[in-house]
């Protein structure tokens, strides 16, 4: 956006905002004629012209890249699956991360991550695989979207009463490893969605119980 006001530019003053059509290209640099409160120091030499909102990442790199433009503006990538996914076909339904327009075991979160249909339900097997118990120890099996890891934590839990007071919590990594005892294998696949195993060892089962879950939150 480019305000433009009458008379020399500078700290307040009215002015309206110009239409591109009323733009001509020139180099120019106006440099700030006060200083203190309500001024700026430096010099206004880089003026670029968009035509949606910026993101904070889109923002950031304009500062730390002075006079080079955003190649293209991009969305952050749950808001532009949701976009697609979702508002697209179905502008009423609840396209946050955490919601859950079609009553799955899901959400949209999840959903992202996990590769369902945010519109259309989906089993808990259909997402997630499940073998084991409390003298084997349990296994999930899931894929995770690359796009969803930095913008998307997932995490491990488990408990042997029920995420009553024994609560444990891991992190899924990047890579294969072990985190909070609980181990991973994960084959990247490329750009293709992770393969994951992740394995609760039965040693963290008490009196015969051992409880987990696999859960998704924003950063
Ligand atoms: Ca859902
Ligand atoms: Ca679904
Ligand atoms: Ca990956
Ligand atoms: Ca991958």
Request: charged share 20%.
């Amino acid at each position: 956006m480019v305000r433009h006001s009458p008379g020399p530019v500078g700290a307040g003053g009215g002015g309206t905002i110009a239409r591109l059509s009323n733009l001509a290209v020139v180099a120019q640099v106006w440099t700030p004629t006060k200083s203190g409160p309500g001024s700026a120091t430096g010099a206004l030499d880089d003026v670029q012209v968009y035509d949606e909102a910026l993101s904070t990442d889109d923002v950031a790199y304009l500062y730390s890249n002075p006079g080079s433009p955003l190649s293209s503006v991009t969305s952050p990538p749950f808001d532009e699956w949701a976009t697609t996914n979702i508002t697209n076909i179905d502008a009423g339904a609840d396209a946050t991360f955490d919601g859950n327009p079609d009553g799955d075991p899901f959400g949209n979160g999840l959903e992202w991550i996990l590769g369902g249909d945010p519109l259309g339900f989906d089993s808990l097997a259909d997402l997630l695989g499940f073998t084991g118990d409390s003298t084997t120890g349990l296994t999930f099996t899931f894929t995770r979207e690359d796009d969803s890891e930095g913008e998307a934590a997932l995490a491990v839990d488990f408990s042997n009463d029920l995420f009553d007071t024994d609560n444990h919590t891991s992190t899924v990594p990047a890579a294969s490893d072990t985190v909070g005892g609980v181990t991973y294998t994960i084959e990247e696949n490329g750009s293709a969605p992770d393969d994951i195993t992740a394995t609760i060892p039965a040693g963290n089962a008490v009196d015969g119980r051992l409880f987990g879950r696999l859960r998704g939150t924003q950063n």
